[in-house]
């Protein structure tokens, strides 16, 4: 059942033991929009916690810290478009059993009972913001820290085509409840580890253009992860170089699986969508960011992806 | 004579035949207050130029063109702490005759008749917005472009600390107002020329890291611009990567001038103060970002930089 803002509000009001879960691989916008929710939930005198699959990184230490056992009355997914996202542990233990989603993903399956869907929020943490408003909670710096962290980190610190009016007031309205702005911009948009930055050079040098520059493809091999110290888990900031180079229209980064095959992921500028490029390869996504799997080794899935491309582009 | 908001107003508005200059090598927010106020003033029937003494750089053309020759009648300087960074042509002319000046560097040298000063503002485009505002006229889609390039590229994209809750307020209200922010924020921030990519590359297989990895120093020779095709207009971004890596302090950016001595940009992290560092070379700057020349050939520059960085982290 899809409802508002206020039943959202009044039903997190009528229960307790509120067990707040957030998607694996958690990001910003996930954690901040728990562990917001949890503050606020505490401060009108309910039983919170939040959970998820697999452990917080370090850069989102900041946050909050996962709950472990916790005796739930009521269950709550935030940023959650499906169960499936939940991970491995926390979907076996709770799928089919969430009462509340609140999620700004207009791909939501309506898994739960209560659905409260917002899917022009550039931030599931939007929704979040006006949560704790309707419930008459004074956001205190915690959770402007939590919610501010939620708006950067979907927006690419406000920079893409999500961010609207709202986003840019909730972010001045946090800044003034005292979130950090700068300091949490630094550590997620301006700090690079060493190992992935080595891994960033050894992309870089392995970016070829390609169809008369309008696409550039960049090959990440497992031999790089060795070279550098690095691995999947800091990958994938790389999807957005390729694009970045002045007349490419798509940009394709090829990660190399452990089994030699290829995660493939795109992006595009208008009017190229890639959702369509890559679904003529199985996978899928939205117009300027898509991903499939394509067959190793290099040269054979480069061919694949770039005939595809190229199909695509000629019929435009 | 410093003057406030609508004491400038009021100036504008007795006066006709105006004439606005912006700096040298000019940038998104000196350009965004040139064009925005000179769409305001047009609007209230006046008759305004915008004057540079170089050209603007392609990716600002859609701001709007210079104008050429113009029979003033009352100078404004926009954004332009000093006179000197006029240029050569605009400061041989002008300097001693500008009436206004509207600027938010704490550094400005109140050169001008009458000065309009915030040093709070993020961009200058926050104050030549008050005065639209306060000339009473609405703001339009030309404008709100002019205003938003400002505020966006004066602050990382809203990434630094400069940025207050005005800024994103503002931000919202030029977002409202027609700016087009995804396409602005893709051609500011998420675009390299071909030259650009491979000088930058080039320049990350320069970086080295120093004194327990606290310092990481790139350096950029005549010769990388030779192989890049790249030159002097397109490096400044450059001067953000050595900071970016986890665990440095000291960021620095050596460009080999073609005298062969070199140019040094230094970025850092609190609580480390550059402009003291760059003092010691004989150059200044602000906390976080400073400058200074330093005698080659490269290895001596380098070593130069490193121990004066190093006498300064030993005394912290």
Known sequence: MIIDLNRAAELLKDNDNI?????????????????????????????????????????????????????EDFVVAVD??????????????????????????????????YTLLDSNAAAACEII??????????????????IYTGLCTDTGCF??????????????????AGAENAKINTVMFDTKTRTYAKLEK????????????????????QDMYSESGSNETEVDAIAALPRQIEGVLVG????????????????????VDVSEICASMGGGGHRCAGGCKVAGPADKAAQTVLMNVEKYLDRQ
Do not use: W
Not at 252 to 271: A, N, W
């Open 19 to 71: 067990l707040i879960l957030v998607h694996g691989n958690p990001d910003g916008d996930t954690l901040g929009c728990g562990f917001a929710l949890k503050a606020a939930l505490t401060e009108i005198g309910k039983n919170a916690a939040v959970r998820c699959s697999d452990k917080i990184p370090p850069k989102y230490s900041y946050l909050g810290e996962l709950d472990e056992d916790f005796d």
């Open 80 to 113: 959650v478009a499906d169960p499936k996202l939940l991970g491995k542990e926390l979907e076996t233990a709770y799928a089919g059993k969430i009462q509340l989603c609140i999620d700004h993903h207009s791909s939501n399956l309506k898994y739960a009972d």
């Open 129 to 146: 913001l006006e949560i704790i408003k309707t419930l008459g909670v004074q956001i205190n710096s915690k959770m402007a820290n939590c």
């Open 159 to 176: 920079k893409y085509s999500n961010v609207t009016p709202r986003t840019m007031r909730m972010a001045a309205d946090m800044i003034e």
């Open 202 to 221: 050894l992309a870089l040098d392995s970016m070829k253009l390609y169809l008369d520059g309008r696409c550039a493809v960049i090959t990440i091999t």
């Open 252 to 271: 394709v980064t090829m990660r190399e699986k452990e089994d030699g095959d290829f995660k493939v992921s795109m992006r595009s500028h208008e009017p």
